[in-house]
């Protein structure tokens, strides 16, 4: 069964950084493309970050561009979203997503949508004060 189990998150000051894990288990890991995304309240869920199968690739947010790091470590079926110089715009529930078919490409940026993403984790609170 497949399974994507986020942690890492917490409260943490403006400026600071923070690293978020994806746990996968459940299906071939180093042949599918993960997501992460987030959803603050009362917003709809927006794309932050993706990484290729191969780890090869990575497209990001522009909002999150230059800040946050997304990379993979296949041995151990992890994926890694690395935050720094967070500021309170960063507050949601952040949420790790399989992408689509294995060994899937990105194309016309579709992997920004929540329809490319087949399986989700339950997410992961990331509070910035000011």
């Known amino acids: 069964q497949v399974q994507l189990v986020e942690s890492g998150g917490g409260l943490v000051q403006a400026g600071s950084s923070l690293r978020l894990s994806c746990a996968a288990s459940?299906?071939?890991?180093?042949?599918?493309?993960i997501g992460w995304f987030r959803q603050a309240p009362g917003k709809e869920r927006e794309f932050v970050a993706c990484i290729s199968w191969t780890g090869g690739s990575t497209r990001s947010a522009d909002s999150v561009k230059g800040r946050f790091t997304i990379s993979r470590d296949n041995g151990n079926n992890m994926v890694y979203l690395q935050m720094s110089s967070l500021t309170p715009e960063d507050t949601a529930v952040y949420y790790c997503?399989?992408?689509?078919?294995?060994?899937?490409?990105?194309?016309?940026?579709?992997?920004?949508?929540?329809?490319?993403?087949?399986?989700w984790g339950q997410g992961t609170q990331v509070t910035v004060s000011s």
């Open positions: 459940g299906f071939p890991f180093s042949t599918y493309t």
């Open positions: 997503a399989r992408k689509r078919t294995a060994f899937s490409a990105f194309r016309d940026l579709t992997y920004v949508s929540d329809a490319e993403y087949d399986y």
